[in-house]
């Protein structure tokens, strides 16, 4: 693991990571890797196919080979398209539907792994755990809640594993991790400003903000039998602190100010397991992601006048979250593997009084399926793709008395998924 190749991988997650479409529920992002794409994601902490393992469970690297280096990207398709059912946005204004509020993301991976003996080993792997992108026309009727929100991350998690004994391995690693967040929208229009008005309503407002923060992920990989396989990993909860400018195109009505603002990336848990029979090896995943970390968001201003007072309050108010998932493996011969998948995904929006506009959210239907075809005995290609049906979605989020509006209506909302590993032993 030269430093050039670690320096380039970072470089492809930023250069690529141009936008991110949220895939599973909330705006955490599953696609960490193509091969675990065709089973849904069943049987994670346990699926030791290539480096990329260690992202699912660090322990699960003590079955790879003396040296592993995975590469791959996912291409992501969200739609979320909205239909009014008598948003009440403000005195003599109105607007359209918005448009497709999602939009094609690439998001992509890098994974090495390296034994320094039998039983130890390290790994590093780069990544985007968590992404957002929703995007409205300029006149939507919902424009005073948001235009675009646009979340992105960058994670470098060095980790190592150790084999305790034949049955059980141990893994743990670090995370560093940059958050950047954008958030528009239209000025409010509250207030005794008949003068003003128009400009106010014609006043856009956008958060420009990053952040970096640190945390850490373990697992444990036992093995019960030759064919039999349960797996057990946690990645902790990332909190940033958020700095950056709330800027206008106003600025008679609203001048720039510095800003900021807090929120805790929720902690996941994950148990898996496997069992081979014949060339057929089922896959199961329970996961439980804490959510609930994630309550009210206040933007606060940190400059100028009025420094210290609350700009916003974005009220998420989400709930800790299951996902269940089911697959199966087929091996066809030496060259071919077939994979098939589906999942159930819990949303973290509570009611549709607390459904933001910037997330559109709701439980999810995953269906899978993938491929694997082996270059040769040291390199492999896997491609995966899933379909997630998203039942349509009610909201009724009013913010009148923040001078912004009911938006009240109905989404239909899908999710297609795409990805690609390219895998290589030496």
Known sequence: ??????????????????????????FQLLEQNSTGLGNAYAGSAVQAENASVLYFNPAAMTELREREVSLGAAL??????FRDDGSNVAPATRGSNG???GGLSALPNTYFTYALNRDWYLGLGINAPFGLATVYDQDWVGRFHSIEFDIKTYNVNPAVAWRVNERLSLGAGVNWQRME???????AVAGPLPGLTPAV?????????????WGWNAGAQFKLTEATRLGLSYRSAVKHDLSGTLKSSNQLVSPDVLAKASIKLPDTWIASASHRIGNWELLGDVSRTGWGKIGSIDILRDSGAQAGSTAQVLHADFRDTWRVALGASQTLNDKWKLRYGIAWDQSP??????RLTSLPDNDRLWLTLGAGYALDRDSRIDVGAGYLFIKDTKIDNDQTAEGRGRVTGTYEGSVAILGVQYSRSF
Do not use: C, W
Request: aromatic letters at 4%; proline letters at 2%.
């Open 1 to 26: 693991m030269t430093r050039t190749m670690i320096s380039h991988s970072i470089a492809l997650i930023g250069g690529l990571a141009l936008a991110q479409g949220a895939s599973a529920s909330g």
């Open 76 to 81: 992501i398709q969200p739609s979320f398209k």
């Open 99 to 101: 448009g497709d509020a």
């Open 181 to 187: 967040a954008q958030y528009e929208r239209m000025a």
């Open 201 to 213: 309503q014609n006043t856009r407002v956008t958060l420009d903000a990053t952040s970096e923060g």
């Open 349 to 354: 929006v509570r009611s549709d009084a607390s």
